[in-house]
């Protein structure tokens, strides 16, 4: 577990059967030479003693929002702040409902809802408190925030029942920190490029032909880019939406515009897009606004086809480049051609017929289509979960 050398793990150890393992953990990632801190919930302390803890890990233990001397030395900011990613173990059924709602009412959920940092749940409960629907739903709350869930185990509880719920044993919770941190540094080297949003194509000087695309799935993908350590540029059309601080935002407004920031940003290591570029533009501008009229003609022209230049471009052609196709009819056929035609790697499809997925949604469902002549359906979800399922197949591709 090279990856885990110099690292500070936050560890926030709540109250559970499972709580004894965090020793074995703490004890492991010591053993990699991690640096540790620890928090530990009221109710934690129930199971296991802040001094085992202490020993384990040779740094202060935290259990107390409103601590004095916790306040002077660290305050629950800085303690959010310090880690470079933190691990909740184990998690219960409890603290998912509260971490789901934004709960601060103690030192562990305060530090979570302050905290800028990957966070890691380690679920241990009941088989039926696991299989319950608001433990489904709290979990699906804390996915869209972009929480990792670790786990759990199919096997035997300490309550005498069998089934869903056990906790992942401490050396495969260290493994997953180690190849989290694995990602992280190779990615570090690497260059994506993602594209979305609308283009506008003025008729005149205040109309214009465009389409429905939000830009949201865009904006994802480049998030999870960028949670995963990749160097992310973003070039957008018109939207609403706002990303990260640390993505590189470039904002365009026609296919030429985004043609032109494409190109002068290659060359990348991974370009997905995801914009829904128009495919045809006015053959001729009008300078001024084009009064009412009872007919009004206007000639089309094809646009520059950004995605099949990046794919044809043989000097600066990613190693992964991935096309969007929204299509509303015979998707496998036209997605397939597309594949072929554009000389993708990949073409992610959705129906946007469906209304309740695609544009304007927070919801997609698409279908991943690879070179191999394979294919992979990712079902209905929140789009920051199926952007973090793509960027995890880009992962496994990249590294």
């Known amino acids: ?97 509260k971490l789901a709602r934004g709960s601060s009412e103690d030192l562990a959920t305060t530090v979570i ?69 694995s990602h992280l540094k190779k990615n570090r080297k690497l260059k994506a490029l993602v594209t979305a949003g609308p283009t506008n194509e003025y008729i005149d000087p205040v109309r214009f032909i465009t389409n429905k695309s939000s830009g949201k799935q865009g904006y994802e993908i480049a998030r999870s880019l960028h949670k ?42 991974v370009a997905i897009f995801s914009a829904a570029v128009s495919d045809f533009k006015i053959n001729k501008k009008y300078n001024i606004k084009i009064k009412k009229k009872d007919e009004l003609i206007i000639k089309l022209e094809k646009n520059l086809d950004i995605l099949d230049y990046v794919s044809n471009h043989n000097s600066m052609r990613p190693k992964l480049v991935i096309g969007f196709a929204a299509e509303t009819n015979n998707i496998e056929k036209n997605s397939l051609l597309k594949l072929s035609n554009k000389n993708c790697d990949w073409i992610i499809t959705n129906d ?20 191999n002549n394979k294919k992979e359906k990712l079902s209905k979800k929140n789009k920051s979960l199926i952007s973090d399922e793509i960027v995890s197949r880009i992962n496994h591709l990249i590294n």
């Open 228 to 269: 995963n350590g990749f160097q992310t540029t973003l070039i957008s059309g018109p939207t609403n939406l706002e990303i990260d601080e640390n993505i590189e935002l470039i904002k365009v407004e026609t296919a030429e515009e985004m043609f032109k920031a494409t190109q002068k940003n290659l060359p990348v290591d």
């Open 1 to 97: 577990m090279k990856n885990l050398k110099d690292k500070k793990i936050l560890l926030i150890i709540c109250g559970g059967i499972s709580a004894y393992k965090s020793l074995e953990t703490i004890r492991i990632f010591k053993k990699n030479n991690c640096e540790i801190k620890t928090i530990l919930t009221k109710s934690a302390k129930e199971f296991i003693t802040p001094l085992s803890v202490v020993s384990l890990s040779q740094g202060k233990v935290y259990d107390d929002l409103f601590n004095l001397e916790n306040e002077t030395e660290m305050d629950h900011i800085s303690l959010s702040r310090w880690a470079d990613i933190i691990l909740i173990e184990p998690a219960t059924a409890n603290t998912i409902s």
């Open 113 to 181: 809802l302050a905290s800028n940092k990957p966070i890691f749940l380690v679920p241990a409960m009941n088989v039926r408190m696991w299989e319950h629907p608001s433990t489904k739903e709290n979990l699906r709350i804390l996915k869209k925030y972009s929480y990792q869930i670790i786990g759990p185990e199919i096997g035997e509880m300490a309550c005498g029942e069998y089934g869903k719920g056990k906790m992942t044993e401490p050396l495969l919770i260290a493994n997953k920190i180690d190849e989290y941190f």
């Open 352 to 371: 946007v017929s469906k209304k309740e997925i695609g544009f304007n949604s927070d919801l997609n469902e698409v279908t991943i289509y690879y070179k």
